[in-house]
């Protein structure tokens, strides 16, 4: 019984990857949004908040859980975007820069992870959490056949803001860690300081 209870967080994870192709599936079949892909978008989000929730609880919450859980929410979140731009293809291309922005930076962190540390990171910073909260929202709206045009570019500007944060971090630390916070608490490992961690968001 205890060895399943440790597969829990792995088995959310696997959920949230198999979300990603039911979404475009549906969305290729039926051109429109809708309660079927806003309850997936949710379900998928609800299982990344609970698969490290449950992890830290049961003492399970490794490296590899976690760049599982940072993997599959690339591939999640992508396959979403894939069906906003299927459904409202016209708001995505007025901002396209700013999408091209984050693609660029998105990988940035780990290749800074991989140069010093030859290991990727799983900073786990508190603005990407946020972020991933007003992308929520952003992709329900969105999802459910609304046209978001003042909440979207708030949604991307953020995007930007948690990257540089990554990027931060990943340049910052001394050592390979995870769930580091923010840069300024990459800034304080990089100075032999200790801080407060929060078992709830880290």
Same mark, same amino acid.
């Given at each position: ?45 609800? !299982? /990344?908040?609970?698969?490290? #929730?449950?992890? @830290?609880?049961? +003492?399970? *919450?490794? =490296?590899? %859980?976690? $760049? ?40 940035? !962190? /780990?290749?800074?992870?991989? #140069?010093?540390? @030859?290991?990727? +990171?799983? *900073?786990? =910073?508190? %603005?990407? $959490? ?40 990943? !340049? ?18 990089? $100075? ?11």
């Amino acid at each position: 019984m205890e060895k399943i209870k440790k597969q829990i967080p792995f088995a959310l994870i696997g959920l949230r990857l198999l979300l990603a192709p039911v979404m475009l599936l549906w969305t290729l079949q039926t051109h429109s949004g809708g309660w079927f892909l806003v309850t997936c978008l949710w379900t998928g989000m609800l !299982s /990344d908040i609970f698969d490290g #929730i449950i992890a @830290r609880h049961l +003492g399970v *919450a490794n =490296n590899q %859980l976690r $760049k599982w859980d940072a993997w599959v929410d690339i591939v999640f979140w992508l396959a979403a975007g894939i069906c906003i731009w299927l459904l409202n293809g016209q708001l995505l291309r007025d901002h396209l820069a700013w999408i091209v922005v984050l693609f660029v930076l998105e990988p940035v !962190s /780990d290749l800074i992870n991989f #140069i010093k540390f @030859r290991k990727s +990171g799983c *900073a786990h =910073n508190w %603005l990407s $959490k946020l972020w991933g909260l007003v992308l929520l929202v952003t992709f329900t709206l969105f999802l459910a056949g609304k046209t978001p045009v003042v909440w979207f570019p708030i949604c991307l500007v953020l995007g930007v803001l948690s990257q540089l944060d990554r990027i931060l971090i990943s !340049s910052l630390l001394p050592r390979p860690e995870c769930d580091i916070p923010s840069c300024y608490h990459a800034w304080l490992r990089k $100075k032999g300081k200790t801080f407060k961690r929060y078992k709830l968001f880290n």
